[in-house]
């Protein structure tokens, strides 16, 4: 939440722009976790230089890819609080370029340790975190001994770049997640993700944001690591879909790159999903089933 000592500036928030420009950092990590935090901060100031309002990252930027191998020992020692060192350097960042920037971090709570993106706001305000919901487990994908489960819901979080949410890697697959987005008024969606190569049989990885998008009435902004690592060779072709379904924006396959892309909020209102499919929706009928598991 937004702290009192920074009361002041966020009253004088400038009022949110229908368009704006969103840039994805799609960034390899290697294994000095210093040096990756400095070119994400070097990549959020060129972002911000070509006229980026809000600059979002993959998931897991500024480290190796943990679950790719079962947990041993203490992984708690390889997350970090939030706030803490990688969060302020971007909390400072943000205020001094005025950008939203939405990171995605291994954090360490207590004993506890999570997936999370923090959120801040163009003035260097933490509006909030959000941590993976849904946690998954299979080969290379160890991910149930590293992160417990976020029991904080899907917030939307109010910033001078729109209404944000954020749907963190495999939470992507839950049409109820996405759609909980949508109701708490996101305008956009940023998901940090961790697809390998080959991952997007078929375009069906993609077409999954398309629809969520053109149901949901909102932007996606899917934003993947890159790069061989030991065991995983991600895949990049981070992209952005508008509230019809299109893609308007892609990265390149297997190469860092800051992919731009002009989004324009109003199009929310606009769409099918704003005007119709959330107005018709008859949810009386179905939460009992939904909460029944189906």
């Given at each position: 939440m937004i702290d009192a000592g920074r009361a002041g500036r966020v009253a004088s928030r400038p009022e949110t722009e229908r368009g704006i420009r969103i840039a994805l950092i799609q960034q390899h990590a290697g294994p000095h976790k210093e040096e990756n935090v400095a070119r994400g901060l070097e990549a959020t100031r060129q972002a911000a230089a070509a006229g980026a309002r809000l600059v979002g990252f993959a998931e897991l930027a500024f480290e190796p890819f943990y679950p790719q191998r079962p947990a041993r020992g203490d992984v708690a020692a390889l997350a970090e609080e939030i706030p803490g060192p990688t969060t302020e350097a971007f909390m400072a960042v943000a205020e001094e370029l005025g950008v939203v920037v939405v990171l995605n971090l291994f954090e360490r709570e207590g004993e506890r340790t999570y997936d999370t993106s923090p959120v801040i706001d163009y003035d260097g305000s933490l509006l909030g975190r959000t941590r993976m919901v849904h946690i998954t487990d299979y080969d290379r994908f160890h991910e149930r001994g590293y992160y417990a489960p976020g029991d904080?819901?899907?917030?939307?979080?109010?910033?001078?770049?729109?209404?944000?949410?954020?749907?963190?890697?495999?939470?992507?697959?839950?049409?109820?997640?996405?759609?909980?987005?949508?109701?708490?008024?996101?305008?956009?969606?940023?998901?940090?993700?961790?697809?390998?190569?080959?991952?997007?049989?078929?375009?069906?990885?993609?077409?999954?944001?398309?629809?969520?998008?053109?149901?949901?009435?909102?932007?996606?902004?899917?934003?993947?690591?890159?790069?061989?690592?030991?065991?995983?060779?991600?895949?990049?072709?981070?992209?952005?879909?508008?509230?019809?379904?299109?893609?308007?924006?892609?990265?390149?396959?297997?190469?860092?790159?800051?992919?731009?892309?002009?989004?324009?909020?109003?199009?929310?209102?606009?769409?099918?999903?704003?005007?119709?499919?959330?107005?018709?929706?008859r949810p009386e009928l179905y939460s009992h089933w939904l909460a029944q598991g189906g």
């Amino acid at each position: 939440m937004i702290d009192a000592g920074r009361a002041g500036r966020v009253a004088s928030r400038p009022e949110t722009e229908r368009g704006i420009r969103i840039a994805l950092i799609q960034q390899h990590a290697g294994p000095h976790k210093e040096e990756n935090v400095a070119r994400g901060l070097e990549a959020t100031r060129q972002a911000a230089a070509a006229g980026a309002r809000l600059v979002g990252f993959a998931e897991l930027a500024f480290e190796p890819f943990y679950p790719q191998r079962p947990a041993r020992g203490d992984v708690a020692a390889l997350a970090e609080e939030i706030p803490g060192p990688t969060t302020e350097a971007f909390m400072a960042v943000a205020e001094e370029l005025g950008v939203v920037v939405v990171l995605n971090l291994f954090e360490r709570e207590g004993e506890r340790t999570y997936d999370t993106s923090p959120v801040i706001d163009y003035d260097g305000s933490l509006l909030g975190r959000t941590r993976m919901v849904h946690i998954t487990d299979y080969d290379r994908f160890h991910e149930r001994g590293y992160y417990a489960p976020g029991d904080g819901g899907a917030p939307a979080y109010e910033t001078a770049a729109g209404r944000i949410g954020v749907a963190i890697c495999y939470d992507r697959h839950y049409p109820e997640y996405m759609r909980a987005l949508a109701l708490a008024g996101a305008e956009l969606v940023v998901v940090p993700q961790a697809g390998t190569e080959g991952e997007w049989p078929d375009g069906l990885y993609e077409a999954e944001m398309r629809v969520a998008a053109f149901q949901n009435g909102y932007w996606v902004a899917l934003c993947n690591r890159v790069g061989a690592e030991e065991r995983l060779a991600f895949a990049g072709e981070s992209f952005v879909c508008a509230p019809d379904g299109s893609v308007v924006a892609r990265a390149p396959r297997g190469e860092d790159h800051v992919l731009d892309a002009d989004v324009d909020l109003a199009a929310c209102g606009e769409s099918h999903a704003r005007r119709l499919f959330l107005r018709d929706r008859r949810p009386e009928l179905y939460s009992h089933w939904l909460a029944q598991g189906g």
